[in-house]
């Protein structure tokens, strides 16, 4: 058993490690202040949240895509139950949606988008964000690869 505590010791420290890859900026909607993930890249993209078993208050991540379209989030092998916010080019929400854990339901949005930020479930609503409120702080985030 001894030998094995370094082992399982590493295991639990691979999803901060690669979390801590993803560059890291402040953003602010409606005087609430959020510290994103910027998954902007593919890979990054496709990994988004999964497999992590918690996110902090006031933390989430924010999904640059290459093109401006109809992008759409699953919660395949998602532990954490998420609200995402899809968000224009000029950083104006567009839609909200509330998604489950462990689903393959698509959610949309409602228009082309640039970025989407996913939170807790229901952190949007908490503080009374809604589609129409800007999202400040997008130009900060490094371009999509």
Known sequence: MKRLLPLIFALCLLPAVASAAMPQIELAIHKHALTAEVAGNDADRM?????????????GMLFVFPNVAHHGMWMMNTYIPLSVAFIDESG??????????????????????????????????????????????????????
């Open 92 to 145: 104006v929400i567009i839609n909200i949606e509330d998604m489950q854990p462990h689903t393959r339901d698509s959610h949309s949005a409602k228009k082309p988008v640039r970025y989407a930020l996913e939170m807790n479930l229901g952190w949007f609503r908490k503080r009374g964000i809604k589609p129409g409120m800007k999202v400040e702080g997008l130009e900060k985030a490094p371009p999509p690869r």
């Open 47 to 59: 990994q988004g949240l999964m497999h992590r078993r918690m996110l902090p208050e006031n933390r």
